[in-house]
């Protein structure tokens, strides 16, 4: 079992950057895919990105297509603590982000029934 915590959200300008972190109790977090979601109102929860260790102490990051270098996941062991940076912030980014961890470790994730724990997430909003 493992709970996460989300913080960081908040308003910002466009063009401006936010950095959410999810900290994760109960066994640490490199032993899951850890990945993040967002729901925008009225749509659905889609995927932004996702870390996951492919060998010892070799972690391996993917992201949504749409995002085109605008965010980047990243971990602290010792923390057992997830961050997404998030840069160059537009209206559309505007949503409840979400932290979630798979069981299962090593292969690419991007589907949220893949996931077995979540956050209660993290309003960010973007303003024009």
């Known amino acids: 079992q493992v709970q996460l915590v989300e913080s960081g959200g908040g308003l910002v300008q466009a063009g401006g950057s936010l950095r959410l972190s999810c900290a994760a109790s109960g066994r640490t977090f490199s032993s899951y895919t850890m990945g993040w979601f967002r729901q925008a109102p009225g749509k659905e929860r889609e995927f932004v990105t996702a870390i996951t260790q492919r060998c010892v102490s070799t972690y391996y990051a993917y992201y949504a297509d749409y995002l085109k270098g605008q965010f980047t996941i990243s971990g602290d062991n010792a923390k057992n603590t997830v961050y997404l940076q998030m840069n160059s912030l537009k209206p559309e980014d505007t949503a409840v982000y979400y932290c979630?961890?798979?069981?299962?470790?090593?292969?690419?994730?991007?589907?949220?029934?893949?996931?077995?724990?979540w956050g209660q997430g993290t309003q960010v909003t973007v303003s024009s």
């Open positions: 979630a961890a798979a069981k299962e470790i090593g292969k690419m994730r991007r589907n949220q029934y893949e996931y077995d724990y």
